[in-house]
C-alpha cells in the first residue's frame, strides 16, 4: 500500500491557484508531467532500476535529458537515488512513497491514453483532410 504525505491545510491554501503563473504547483506539474518525467516515474513503478537500464527501457532519451530527469525528480523528493558501493560505483533508482502516489494516477492516464489512441489518430486524420480541402 502507498503511503500518502499529506500538506496540512495552511500549507495547501498557501501554493495557490495552479491557473496562476506562479503557483509551485505548476513547477511541480511541469516535472511530473513533462515528456521524460511520465516516462521515468511509469518505468520506476516497476521496481528499482539503474541508470543503463532506464536508458534502456525509455526509448528516444538521450543520457544527458535522463540524467537532468532524474537530478530534478530527486530534487523533487519523487525518485530516491542510492548509491552501492563498489568499484564502479553502482546507482539506483527508485520511487519514494510521494513518487508512487503521484505515478498511480500517472499510470492510469497512459492506460486510457493507450486506449484511445486510435481514436485520437483517426480525429487527426479527419482534421487534416479537411484542412487539406479547405
Not at 1 to 8: G, I, K, P, Q
Not at 23 to 40: E, F, I, K, N, Q
Request: charged share 25%; aromatic share 4%; glycine share 6%.
Amino acid at each position: 500500500m502507498t503511503e500518502r504525505v499529506l500538506v496540512n491545510d495552511s500549507a495547501a491554501a498557501q501554493l495557490g491557484d495552479v491557473f496562476d503563473s506562479d503557483c509551485p504547483v505548476r513547477t511541480v506539474l511541469s516535472h511530473v508531467a513533462g515528456r521524460w518525467g511520465v516516462l521515468v516515474l511509469a518505468a520506476l513503478d516497476g521496481g528499482p532500476l539503474r541508470f543503463f537500464e532506464l536508458h534502456r527501457r525509455i526509448g528516444g532519451i538521450s543520457d544527458k535529458m535522463l540524467t537532468q530527469t532524474l537530478r530534478t525528480l530527486v530534487r523533487d523528493g519523487l525518485v530516491s537515488r542510492t548509491v552501492e558501493p563498489s568499484s564502479p560505483p553502482k546507482v539506483s533508482y527508485r520511487l519514494t512513497p510521494v513518487g508512487e502516489d503521484l505515478t498511480a494516477p500517472l499510470l492510469h492516464l497512459l492506460d486510457r491514453i493507450r486506449e484511445r489512441t486510435a481514436d485520437v489518430i483517426a480525429a487527426q486524420q479527419s482534421h487534416d483532410t479537411q484542412a487539406a480541402t479547405a
